[in-house]
């Protein structure tokens, strides 16, 4: 009879053991898809207002050297040329017009002459845009990233280490598919809990 009681407290307190690992187990799942989300929202954050900026700016600059680059300005200092400006028209062999060089030409134009004002109307709208959002440096997504996926790859050796427990206590557990093969394939001497 006392040897039964005793499987029975044993008994209870693998039950109370397998019950604690469960949470845990859960616990730490919850905490690596937390960290997953906060990787992804880090993998897509923006890039700061003023990085945006200058990325445009140097986009305007390109557009609008290549605008006058195309206009052929060369041509007005010839004593031949008659002073015009013409817009490039392409005509194919079917004698089809093509306008989309002219288009392509007309809209660089209008970016130069406009710059300032169309610079400052973009930027009132990326400011909106950016309402809420966690801009990022490439130098601070990078390192954010770094950091994240290290802390998921500790949070995936901990849940490792808790489903190898279970298996000791004899429950089975199923690994999530997109579990970390180097925290699954660990050796138990490279999980310090073991």
């Excluded at 207002?49 to 445009?56: G, V």
């Excluded at 973009?122 to 601070?140: C, F, H, S, V, Y």
Aim: glycine share 6%; aromatic share 4%; with cysteine.
């Amino acid at each position: 009879m006392i040897g039964s009681m005793r499987r029975g407290g044993a008994a209870k307190a693998d039950a109370f053991y397998i019950d604690d690992l469960l949470r845990e187990l859960d616990d730490i799942r919850g905490l690596i898809q937390h960290m997953r989300t906060s990787r992804a929202l880090a993998a897509c954050a923006p890039r700061p207002l003023a990085e945006t900026l200058a990325a445009f700016d140097a986009w305007l600059d390109v557009r609008s050297a290549e605008a006058i680059d195309r206009l052929n300005i060369h041509y007005l200092i010839e004593r031949m040329h008659n002073g015009a400006l013409e817009l490039p028209v392409l005509v194919g062999e079917d004698r089809a017009l093509s306008l989309g060089p002219a288009v392509d030409q007309l809209f660089a134009l209008f970016l130069m002459v406009n710059r300032h004002r169309l610079r400052e109307v973009i930027a009132q709208q990326l400011e909106k845009l950016m309402l809420g959002r966690n801009p990022l440096t490439d130098a601070e997504q990078r390192e954010k990233l770094a950091d994240l996926d290290r802390e998921i790859l500790a949070g995936e050796r901990s849940e490792e280490i808790t489903i190898r427990k279970l298996e000791r206590a004899g429950v089975e557990i199923a690994r999530r598919p997109d579990a970390s093969p180097l925290a699954v394939l660990a050796a138990d001497t490279d999980l310090p809990e073991i």
